[in-house]
Every structure is written in C-alpha cells, then in structure tokens.
C-alpha cells in the first residue's frame, strides 16, 4: 500500500527541537502538495504547516510560526518538519498528507481531509 512513512518523533524537553521526516516509496513527493498535522488528545486534529506543489508556497498555523520550518528534499523523496523552542502545548501525534490536487499550501492545511495519501503518524512529546 503506498502510504507516505512518518518518522524523527519522540520526547524532548521545553525549548527542545526534533526533526520530523516524511517519506515516500513508490510515489513522488514532488508532485504532490504535501502537510503536517497533529492531533492532541481530546483536540481536534490541526493543520500544523504544509507545502504546494504547484508554487512552492508554504503555510504556518499561527501557533507554530517562527518555531517550524517545512522543507522538501527531492533527491531524498522526503518532506521534513524542523520545529524548535518547543513547547508543552506541541505535544501531539504529528501525521503527513500528500495529495495530488495542486492545492496551494493554506488550502491543504485549512480544508481537512480526505487526500490521496496519509501517514501512520509519529508522536512527539513535550515535557519537563
């Protein structure tokens, strides 16, 4: 089943950072607009940031502006998730989207699923 493969969760302490990575097999990250979301317990699930296909363009939920940075590295077939100072409030397990509708970047993160691919996700604590 191609599904894009989520990885780089795990513990970190206030003001930490980690790395997430999604990736790929048997499908093109490249074509496809491509976004992070988390979902925390009882909340509801959140476009977190997400990256368009079609312009490059990139999109932060105001909750994470200036702390995370979404990147893609086409030679690698891999999406990352750069988030630094974390904070308590970041935990949540953090799922990627690829879709290959050319959705601008804000429109992916804000219009919720379905979308042609979703990850298993990866848990990412923040506590002291």
């Known amino acids: 089943q191609l599904q894009p493969v989520e990885s780089g969760g795990g513990s970190v302490q206030p003001g930490g950072s980690l790395r997430l990575s999604c990736a790929a097999s048997?499908?093109?990250?490249?074509?496809?607009?491509i976004g992070w979301f988390r979902q925390a317990p009882g909340k509801e699930r959140e476009g977190v940031s997400c990256?368009?296909?079609?312009?490059?363009?990139?999109y932060y939920a105001d909750s994470v502006k200036g702390r995370f940075t979404i990147s893609r590295n086409n030679a690698k077939n891999t999406v990352y998730l750069q988030m630094n100072s974390l904070k308590p409030e970041d935990t949540a397990v953090y799922y990627c989207?690829?879709?290959?509708?050319?959705?601008?970047?804000?429109?992916?993160?804000?219009?919720?699923?379905?979308?042609?691919?979703w990850g298993q996700g990866t848990q990412v604590t923040v506590s002291s």
């Open positions: 989207a690829a879709d290959l509708r050319g959705f601008a970047a804000q429109a992916m993160c804000r219009m919720g699923p379905p979308y042609d691919y």
């Open positions: 048997g499908f093109t990250l490249d074509y496809y607009t």
């Open positions: 990256i368009s296909s079609r312009d490059g363009s990139t």
